[in-house]
């Protein structure tokens, strides 16, 4: 679609926590891996509606929180190689103008292997999140948070950044986003979280400080496109003055 055909949202830096998965799975009888399978066929349409369809540049998704490591065994390994089709397929979801960016402490991965990985391959997880990201050439991006957490971000940028300090650069207190996952990013402008959860969650705090944010009672699975429709209209409609 022509840039000037596309839908106009006075959004920059859309970002959304896709909860509600494994509660939309048990309301219905049935196993938490339908609730996943579910919600990343929803993803899957939500992504190619922002890209396709809207003028936002910036579109940021929790795929999996540090936290969720506690999880049960088999239910994070499902999901893993499910987070895993989803980026090395990424070009099924965004244009090709689009850079994708997978997010996070990826060092936790490395363990889950890729079975019948070739020589010259990706041979772990963590190796294949890192082997997708790619550039934008649009000044678009499609970033997934893995195995993120935004107090260790902070955390990472300042210890980083006193790391800096140490080597003889002159730095101050600005400089510490230059050093987190999410450097690239700009501030949020509005951020959605489905599920009937009214929380954070550690997502992204250092950006979402002046952040418009939704709380929708929908579970991820069954948020459509309508519905992000009318909260993007909606907000459009907001006079956002930033302390003025």
């Not at 705090?205 to 002046?210: D, K, N």
């Amino acid at each position: 679609m022509p840039k000037k055909d596309l839908i106009e949202t006075g959004i920059l830096h859309l970002a959304i926590v896709p909860d509600g998965n494994r509660r939309y799975a048990k309301k219905r009888g049935l196993p938490e891996k339908f609730g996943h399978y579910q919600g990343i066929k929803n993803a899957k349409k939500i992504v190619k509606f922002i890209f396709n369809k809207t003028d936002i540049k910036y579109l940021t998704m929790y795929g999996f929180s540090k936290y969720n490591f506690n999880r049960d065994e088999e239910e994070k390994s499902n999901l893993f190689y499910k987070l895993a089709e989803i980026v090395e397929k990424g070009s099924e979801w965004i244009p090709d103008d689009v850079g994708l960016i997978p997010a996070g402490d990826l060092s936790k991965f490395e363990q889950y292997k890729i079975i019948d990985s070739k020589e010259g391959e990706p041979s772990n997880l963590k190796q294949l999140f890192e082997s997708v990201s790619k550039i934008s050439k649009s000044d678009r991006y499609f970033t997934v948070l893995i195995g993120y957490d935004g107090i260790d971000e902070i955390e990472l940028g300042v210890e980083k950044l006193l790391e800096a300090q140490k080597a003889g650069e002159k730095i101050s207190g600005k400089d510490i986003q230059k050093y987190t996952y999410t450097s690239f990013l700009p501030p949020v402008d509005l951020m959605i979280r489905t599920g009937n959860e009214q929380r954070i969650s550690g997502f992204m705090p250092y950006l979402i400080s002046y952040a418009e944010l939704h709380f929708d009672k929908k579970m991820w699975p069954a948020f459509g496109v309508n519905r992000l429709s009318k909260i993007i209209k909606k907000y459009s409609k907001r006079q956002r003055r930033f302390g003025k």
